[in-house]
């Protein structure tokens, strides 16, 4: 009966050694020493120590890096080079757009354009190259690094991969053109694809060919453009609108800017916070505050509401006008109505308050501001800690000092001068 007991011990060990290398051989294709049956009958402890022995005795296997960490990290452009290549088919790759930036930002900034060329060129001819979403990614990373040429190349060159091509790939190239700022190149090339392609512009098609041309300082052209393709059914939106009245204003030509408000209006078209931003934006630079506040209770009353670039407009201009008491009771309604200050808000209260002398304030804000990470600039700096110094007395002193101490937690740091400066005031 011992007996008996003691060989169904054995069998089951024998059975467990068994699928244990049978799990082993499967993994790894190696299989570790079975030791003798005997010694197995005779000590149980025995057999698991070996047994834990052998196991032990493989060779640990030697994970390789996902091809994605290594692109990450390789900065070497030949080595870059070649696991690009390596990994052309890599799906984890082909679809992480992030992997392709990385490869070609490096390699451009290496020189290697000719690098970039052969990457993507060889996969336009793989089979993701019959996607139109990744040929727009190949446009506009061509066009990311100036390869203005094979960027459009590669646009009309889809159908050969057989890609087919809709007015999402034509704005890609569309908006790498633009890059050039050359205005012909851009008239020729929509005649070419309004020539070659049966394609339709759409509205965005507008929106990039309105601001180009205005950033190109060609504004009439822009709006010429504007009423030509109204005629053809494209009606612009707030975007069009905003965009040329943005550029007018800018240019002091406000008869225009109002006008193409009143037609914007009239057409149906709604403005929104960006179109009033950018007219309080005009009215602040003219030193006209108060027709600002006014448009911002029009906005109140149309139930549009302001955001914290509204708030830093009407806040400087008031500043600057000399009315500083109304621009903190603008800061004070902020919180009322959902919105936080910025650091651009914090860095104009804080200048303005500490050159108009009310130097608690501006430090309760200075403090504010450095403990959420936006500093303020060393100018606003120093002029506050002038003014904690004289007028303080030894609570001033203190609390200039403690300023000094957030500003040394910037990062990244103010530089040794700048510090020095600060610290001399004391």
């Known amino acids: 009966m011992l007996y008996d007991s003691g060989s169904q011990v054995v069998n089951g060990l024998l059975s467990t050694h068994k699928l244990n290398e049978m799990i082993l051989i499967e993994r790894f294709g190696t299989a570790p020493r079975v030791p003798a049956a005997a010694t197995v009958a005779s000590k149980e402890k025995s057999l698991i120590a070996t047994d834990k022995r052998s196991i032990s005795k493989i060779n640990p296997i030697k994970v390789d890096e996902p091809a994605l960490i290594k692109l990450k990290k390789e900065r070497d452009p030949h080595k870059l080079f070649n696991l690009f290549r390596e990994n052309a088919q890599n799906k984890l790759v082909i679809e992480n757009r992030f992997a392709f930036i990385v490869a070609v930002s490096r390699l451009a900034g290496a020189g290697r354009f000719d690098y970039i060329q052969t990457l993507l060129e060889e996969q336009k001819a793989l089979p993701q190259g019959r996607r139109e979403g990744f040929m727009v990614r190949i446009i506009m990373l061509y066009g990311s690094v ?142 006209r505050p108060w027709d600002a506040i006014k448009l911002l209770r029009l906005m109140h009353k149309v139930r549009i509401n302001a955001d914290e670039i509204t708030c830093n407009l009407v ?110 005031i004391l």
């Open 315 to 424: 806040i400087k201009g008031l500043c600057r006008a000399g009315f500083l008491d109304m621009a903190i009771r603008v800061y004070s309604t902020m919180h009322g109505h959902g919105l936080k200050p910025n650091d651009q808000i914090y860095q104009t209260m804080i200048h303005y308050l500490s050159k108009a002398g009310n130097f608690d304030l501006a430090y309760s804000l200075c403090k504010d501001s450095m403990s959420k990470k936006w500093f303020p600039s060393v100018d606003s700096i120093i002029i506050l800690l002038k003014g904690l110094r004289v007028n303080g007395g030894l609570s001033g002193i203190e609390k200039a000092r403690h300023v000094i101490r957030l500003a040394k937690t910037r990062d990244p740091p103010f530089s040794e001068d700048q510090l020095k400066a600060m610290q001399s």
């Open 146 to 287: 100036g390869m203005m040429k094979n960027a459009i190349n590669t646009f009309y060159d889809m159908h050969l991969y057989g890609c087919q091509r809709t007015v999402k790939s034509l704005n890609a190239a569309l908006k790498v053109l633009t890059l050039s700022r050359d205005s012909e190149a851009i008239e020729k090339f929509l005649r070419d694809v309004s020539l070659k392609f049966d394609i339709r512009l759409d509205i965005l098609s507008l929106n990039i060919i309105v601001k180009a041309f205005c950033e190109m300082g060609i504004p009439d052209k822009a709006y010429l453009l504007m009423v030509q393709m109204e005629m053809k059914g494209i009606n612009p939106d707030v975007v069009t609108y905003t965009t040329l009245i943005s550029f007018f204003y800018k240019i002091n030509r406000v008869e225009i800017s109002n006008g193409l408000w009143n037609l914007m209006v009239l057409k149906g078209c709604t403005p929104n916070i960006a179109t009033y931003n950018v007219r309080i934006q005009y009215l602040v630079k003219r030193e």
